[in-house]
């Protein structure tokens, strides 16, 4: 199996934006693993976070326009060009139509990561038809709490993995909300997940170090 991935998604959280996102990206880069860790920052941090030696950073959005008169749209080629290594797309903060995420991905390059998030297991499958790298599942209600999704709805991971690897073997499944430790990612990993996407239990904690230590610690 491939290296489980713990995803870190900046959002505009205040300690993990501008000065702060660096500070925080080098904190994830210095961390002792075999996990495959990734910042996902905001388009303004992407130069600045991906020049950290030996972190991966994805974008939070890109849209499908090319170079051009596209006013205040995130163009993929320069995110590329300016540290993009992968994205995320269709955050339940930030959610788009089917026909975004399709159009987005006939634009990038061949391998480009790209994680479609889902909130239930029939948008995952709905998801899952287009062939993205990743499908990450994530309960709207779960997002930002203090209940990890592995503990409160167990359930709707094992049935995204099944849902999904039913009709792409290839897709590859992450979950998220109110992940916050190394138990929670263990028992992601147990439902069958091969990583977890998290935001507040590193970006509000007192020690994001140690916190990130222990999210790694059962990998
Ligand atoms: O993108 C990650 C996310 O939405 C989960 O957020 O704060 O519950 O880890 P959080």
């Keep these: 199996m491939d290296a489980p991935l713990v995803v870190v998604n900046f959002k505009t959280y205040s300690t993990a934006m501008a000065d702060a996102a660096e500070a925080l990206g080098r904190q994830m880069a210095s961390v002792q693993t075999n996990a495959r860790m990734v910042a996902v920052t905001s388009a303004f941090d992407l130069s600045t976070v991906s020049a950290i030696s030996g972190l991966e950073v994805w974008s939070q959005h890109l849209d499908p326009v090319g170079q051009g008169s596209h006013t205040g749209w995130l163009e993929p080629e320069t995110a590329i060009a300016r540290g993009a290594s992968g994205t995320i797309i269709n955050h339940a903060e930030h959610k788009v139509s089917i026909e975004h995420v399709k159009q987005l991905m006939a634009m990038l390059p061949d391998g480009f990561p790209i994680c479609a998030c889902a909130a239930d297991v029939a948008e995952a499958r709905a998801l899952a038809e287009l062939g993205p790298t990743f499908i990450a599942v994530e309960p709207p209600e779960l997002i930002g709490g203090d209940i990890s999704v592995t503990t409160a709805d167990p359930s709707i991971v094992s049935d995204t993995v099944a849902a999904v690897k039913e009709v792409n073997p290839n897709v590859r499944i992450?979950?998220?909300?109110?992940?916050?430790?190394?138990?929670?990612?263990?028992?992601?990993?147990?439902?069958?997940?091969?990583?977890?996407?998290?935001?507040?239990?590193?970006?509000?904690?007192?020690?994001?170090?140690?916190?990130?230590?222990?999210?790694?610690?059962?990998?």
Excluded: M, Y
């Design 174 to 219: 992450l979950c998220g909300a109110g992940v916050k430790n190394g138990q929670d990612v263990a028992t992601a990993i147990s439902l069958g997940a091969e990583g977890v996407l998290l935001a507040s239990g590193v970006t509000k904690a007192n020690d994001p170090e140690s916190v990130l230590s222990d999210l790694v610690s059962k990998i």
